[in-house]
């Protein structure tokens, strides 16, 4: 009988409902139109950001100004500081500490949102100048985990500063302003790769022929060698004061010199160089500075570097720069800083990859991040047998979903692929080795590490709220 079938499933239905995680659907489906339109906005703000931060440096450089345009102030060593107050410490122009003293000051722990600000790029050797065959070309050494191929054939700008030889720092932007020279690395033609094709892609493109063209004009003399490099160098110690000694004492970065652009009829999506992880920096950068209250415990941002190669060196997240940063705090107040670590939370704020159905054999997909599903938590990341990873506490996990849930935030759950498909790992697990509960909280990424890579404004938006509520918790 039809209708004591209806009655039945609609029983089912109505259990279903109760118990099951519904994730089959678009996220976005539970947003009204008014609150996409905010996530729009958001965007907005962001793409200006992205295009004029391609490197660490100048998104610290970015933030600073912002910063101080919200009333932060340099720290001082030693100084009491009362709630409310705002602070940054900038470390090497690289990472930056951004902090308001919460009305409880340090005693009962921190809030703390952590993501980086640089990504993989095409970085210049130390020696990079050089001529063969009539053309001048630098040689590179890649940032971070490319496909190597990706990078071939591309519109590049050269970012970075170079300290000449009377000490003083010059700072090099070129390529990002319509009708200034853009670099590329040239990749080999179809109809001579028969060789090339059938090698695996790990041999088939190799590092040490990533040279990026700089020129073809000699310098004119009909005597000598090395002509063309000349004429670049000339040309360089004209416009910045450069020798070739000057290249050993400097950091030099290609990036793509495109700029950040909607993609999609609807313009729901983002694509752009160094969303990973920028996209999680901006509203990493923007929960602070927004905040419109004292928080309760004090709350932390922090912008780190080298992620993208181990987080090592002293402005990565395996230096202590920010456990310093806490001890001085906890001393002003007279507490123990790692009583305020062990009493600490933190947000891990990087990219996962969202679900791509090109690649879908590579995703478990009752497991995975998705376009427009909202802010990705990620538990653990790791590889094998979760291998180097932090992985959250069900009860830390318990802490952010009712945060998450009690503030109507998108959120959903994702591992970084399937079991065996590979791995990763983000600086969680730097955190938590201070006695920290963390957890990782971003967005998927489609096509993560890619010159060009593709986010959702949805998303984005989801995160800065998450961090935002987090701050205010
Ligand atoms: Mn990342
Ligand atoms: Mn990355």
């Known amino acids: 009988m039809s209708g004591n079938n209806e009655e039945k499933k609609s029983k089912a239905e109505k259990l279903k409902q109760a118990l099951f995680l519904d994730n089959k659907k678009s996220g976005a489906l539970k947003l009204k139109e008014k609150h996409i339109k905010k996530a729009f906005d958001f965007a907005s703000d962001y793409m200006r950001f992205l295009d004029l931060c391609k490197t660490e440096r100048e998104t610290v450089e970015y933030c600073v100004d912002v910063a101080r345009n919200s009333s932060f102030s340099a720290f001082e060593r030693g100084k009491k500081y009362k709630p409310g107050d705002k602070v940054y410490l900038n470390n090497r122009g690289k990472a930056l500490i951004l902090c308001v003293v919460g009305k409880n000051g340090v005693k009962n722990g921190l809030k703390l949102s952590i993501a980086h600000v640089d990504s993989p790029r095409i970085d210049l050797k130390p020696n990079p100048l050089y001529e063969a065959n009539n053309l001048a070309l630098f040689k590179t050494h890649y940032y971070g985990g490319i496909r190597k191929y990706q990078w071939l054939a591309l519109p590049l700008s050269l970012h970075g500063v170079v300290v000449r030889k009377d000490g003083t720092p010059v700072k ?84 793509p010199s495109f700029k950040s652009v909607d993609i999609g009829f609807d313009s729901s999506m983002i694509g752009s160089y160094g969303h990973d992880d920028r996209v999680c920096a901006y509203p990493t950068l923007r929960s602070i500075v927004d905040l419109d209250v004292v928080p309760e415990e004090t709350v932390i941002s922090v912008l780190t570097d080298k992620e993208e190669i181990g987080s090592d060196g002293n402005t990565g997240m395996k230096c202590e720069y ?145 961090v935002s509520s987090f701050f205010k918790a």
């Not at 073809?216 to 090395?226: A, C, I, N, V, W």
């Open 322 to 466: 920010l456990k310093y940063f806490v001890m001085d705090l906890a001393k002003s107040e007279g507490v123990e800083y790692h009583h305020v670590l062990s009493d600490s939370k933190c947000l891990s704020s990087d990219v996962n990859a969202a679900f791509d159905p090109n690649y879908s054999s590579v995703f478990e997909p009752n497991n995975s991040s998705y376009i427009n599903g909202g802010v990705v938590v990620t538990k653990y990341t790791g590889s094998g047998g979760k291998s180097g990873t932090s992985d959250a506490s069900a009860e830390f996990m318990g802490y952010i979903r009712d945060l998450l849930e009690s503030n109507n935030i998108l959120w959903q759950t994702g591992e970084l692929g399937k079991v065996d498909a590979g791995g990763g790992g983000t600086i969680a697990k730097f955190i938590a080795n201070m006695n920290v509960d963390v957890v990782d909280l971003g967005i998927p990424v489609l096509s993560m590490h890619a010159p060009f890579e593709v986010v959702s404004k949805v998303d984005l938006y989801e995160a800065y709220r998450a």
């Open 172 to 255: 090099i932007n070129i390529g990002e302003v319509s009708g200034e020279p853009n670099f590329c690395i040239t990749d080999l033609l179809p109809h001579l790769a028969k060789e090339q094709v059938a090698k695996t892609l790990s041999k088939a493109f190799e590092g040490e022929s990533m040279n990026a063209l700089v020129g073809s004009l000699p310098f004119q003399d009909e005597k000598g060698t090395d002509l063309v490099k000349l004429n670049i160098m000339k040309i360089l110690n004209e416009k910045y004061g450069l020798i070739e000694s000057d290249f050993t004492c400097a950091e030099l970065s290609l990036v």
